[in-house]
């Protein structure tokens, strides 16, 4: 079994409880988007930077109405989402220059969801490359960029 340090992630697994509520209400909730990485608030919906990404830039949308499903969701918080899915696109264009793009959601638990009861979707900027022997070989991942960096970077581009 092959292990990696990473006493960052403690802070997290130490404060995941899920009797503290969802993550995403929490953060909507309050006014301290800088210390929680959102990086815009629309009428609907907010955008912030996921705590532990996969690849740097590595944001997620998320409503900020408590909804588990798609099937739950009104069509116009659906419909904003998806508009700042297509900005943050951009966005992450402009600032990164991705070869590619990850958009997607997992919905439920057994999908693989992380907050499992507050969709929310994904947007992961992606390079040619960017899976190379460190992710392949050894499962890890390298991400050059802090995330208070990549907070300055997309808390300033145009989001309207």
């Not at 292990?3 to 953060?27: E, H, M, N, Q, V």
């Not at 830039?57 to 998806?82: F, N, S, W």
């Amino acid at each position: 079994m092959d292990r990696l340090w990473t006493p960052w992630r403690y802070r997290y697994i130490s404060r995941a409880d899920p009797s503290d509520g969802c993550i995403f209400c929490i953060k909507a909730a309050e006014n301290k988007d800088a210390e929680n990485y959102i990086v815009h608030r629309g009428e609907l919906n907010f955008v912030l930077l996921n705590l532990f990404p996969y690849t740097n830039g590595h944001l997620m949308i998320a409503p900020y109405q408590h909804l588990a499903t798609l099937a739950a969701t009104p069509g116009d918080v659906l419909a904003e989402m998806m508009r700042l899915t297509q900005l943050a696109e951009i966005n992450l264009r402009a600032a990164y220059r991705p070869h590619g793009f990850n958009l997607g959601m997992n919905v439920g638990e057994s999908a693989g969801a992380g907050v499992a009861g507050h969709i929310h979707m994904h947007v992961l900027p992606r390079w040619i490359g960017d899976a190379n022997f460190m992710s392949t070989i050894g499962e890890t991942r390298i991400l050059p960029e802090e995330l208070p960096v990549t907070y300055e970077k997309l808390a300033k581009l145009k989001w309207e």
